[in-house]
């Protein structure tokens, strides 16, 4: 197995054009095997590269809300009364932590996005 490290944009294009090409092998055969490495040095290589940031908490919220058709009533349990919940959803009021803690346990929203400072 000759796999080398992918250290630029050339041999990232390559591992993912092997990758690709790989798709179909069946676990613990060598293309298997294969297949299993060079995908771990792509998701090393893009974590080091192209590094996704976490959406403002705002944003976490809104995402939610849209894919579990929520309205604000929906939010008054973690957030508080409807004109809070709109404050919440406007910038004008910053998230406590109290609030956070709600949202992360009652909507499984991810605490990391809910605590980062907003934009």
């Known amino acids: 197995m000759d796999i080398r490290p992918i250290r630029t944009r050339r041999d990232h294009q390559a591992a993912l ?8 092998a069946k ?3 060598p293309e298997g095997d294969r297949l299993d ?7 090393a ?4 590269h ?3 940031d976490l959406p403002d908490p705002v944003a976490a919220i809104r995402f939610v809300m849209e894919q579990r058709n929520l309205a604000v009533k929906d939010l008054v349990p973690y957030i508080g009364r409807p004109n809070r919940v709109y404050e919440v959803l406007s910038h004008k009021r ?3 932590m109290a ?10 929203i991810p605490a ?3 605590i980062r400072q907003a934009a």
């Not at 290589?45 to 080091?48: D, H, K, M, S, V």
């Not at 609030?99 to 909507?107: I, P």
């Open 50 to 52: 192209f590094p996704l």
């Open 112 to 114: 990391e996005s809910l």
């Open 94 to 96: 910053p998230l406590t």
């Open 99 to 108: 609030m956070a803690w709600k949202l992360h346990k009652g909507l499984g």
């Open 17 to 24: 054009t092997e990758i690709e090409r790989l798709m179909a």
């Open 37 to 43: 490495v060079l995908v771990t040095l792509v998701e």
């Open 27 to 29: 676990r613990n055969t």
């Open 45 to 48: 290589y893009e974590a080091r």
